[in-house]
């Protein structure tokens, strides 16, 4: 054999020992028995799993409700422990004052007990034949006095509870709107007895201007009661008999 010859014996034989290869590797996995790459799959097992996954994320979604639940708890027993910012006690005390001072000024028989005994015990007490005329004058000159005394004190309680309406006014309308603007209980509880408050001055008001009014009427009565009585005494007097004329020497002309 010449040398060309076997060079083309093994170009053949190289070019089908190729072919093989090239077959092989296209053929790949189909040529390896299919057992070895099967998967199982088991559709109850596949199931229980999700069900398992969803109540997990069920527990999860309630955890995280609970937590917002708490949460939000927490902040409304905050808001219901924030003290309210407004108060109106100073100025409250302020107007019981001003009326407490009105009747403390009280003229002649002022609202004590003792002192309208001892008023009663003499300048209003019945008259009798043991007093003198003076007396009887003086005596009704202190009780007119102490009746237009008391017109007088009547009048400024009356005027002092009129000058407490505008403050009074003023304080409901700021606790009516922080009552309404209240972020909690503790606040709305604290408004409501501050307008409980203002009601209460407001009744204490009205009674210091109920009681002076009574007061000036009380002893405007006792003064005609004592007026008539003392009248009687004076037209008894006057028409008692004296002991008459009694003739004395004069001198004359000296």
């Given at each position: 054999m010449t040398r060309t010859s076997v060079m083309e014996k093994r170009s053949a034989r190289l070019r089908t020992l190729g072919a093989a290869g090239l077959v092989a590797l296209s053929l790949g996995p189909t040529a390896m028995p299919a057992?070895?790459?099967?998967?199982?799959?088991?559709?109850?097992?596949?199931?229980?799993?999700?069900?398992?996954?969803?109540?997990?994320?069920?527990?999860?979604?309630?955890?995280?409700?609970?937590?917002?639940?708490?949460a939000q708890s927490l902040i409304n027993q905050v808001r219901n422990l924030t003290s309210l910012p407004y108060s109106s006690l100073q100025q409250l005390q302020s107007s019981i004052q001003r009326t407490q001072q009105l009747l403390s000024q009280?003229?002649?028989?002022?609202?004590?007990?003792?002192?309208?005994?001892?008023?009663?015990?003499?300048?209003?007490?019945?008259?009798?034949?043991?007093?003198?005329?003076?007396?009887?004058?003086?005596?009704?000159?202190?009780?007119?006095?102490?009746?237009?005394?008391?017109?007088e004190d009547a009048l400024k309680v009356q005027a002092?509870?009129?000058?407490?309406?505008?403050?009074?006014?003023?304080?409901?309308?700021?606790?009516?709107?922080?009552?309404?603007?209240?972020?909690?209980?503790?606040?709305?509880?604290?408004?409501?007895?501050?307008?409980?408050?203002?009601?209460?001055?407001?009744?204490?008001?009205?009674?210091?201007?109920?009681?002076?009014?009574?007061?000036?009427q009380s002893l405007q009565a006792a003064q005609q009661e004592a007026a008539q009585d003392q009248a009687r005494e004076q037209l008894r007097r006057f028409l008692t008999p004296g002991s008459g004329y009694q003739s004395s020497n004069v001198t004359m002309f000296h």
């Open positions: 057992r070895a790459f099967d998967i199982v799959y088991d559709p109850s097992n596949y199931s229980q799993n999700v069900l398992t996954a969803a109540r997990e994320l069920q527990q999860i979604n309630n955890q995280i409700t609970s937590l917002q639940n708490q009280a003229q002649n028989i002022a609202f004590d007990v003792q002192k309208i005994d001892q008023a009663f015990q003499t300048t209003y007490s019945p008259a009798n034949a043991s007093q003198s005329d003076q007396a009887l004058i003086a005596n009704a000159r202190q009780r007119w006095q102490t009746t237009v005394g008391s017109l002092g509870v009129v000058g407490n309406l505008d403050t009074n006014r003023t304080q409901m309308s700021s606790l009516v709107t922080a009552s309404q603007s209240a972020t909690g209980a503790l606040q709305a509880a604290q408004a409501g007895n501050q307008i409980l408050a203002l009601q209460a001055q407001q009744l204490g008001d009205l009674t210091a201007a109920v009681a002076a009014q009574g007061r000036a």
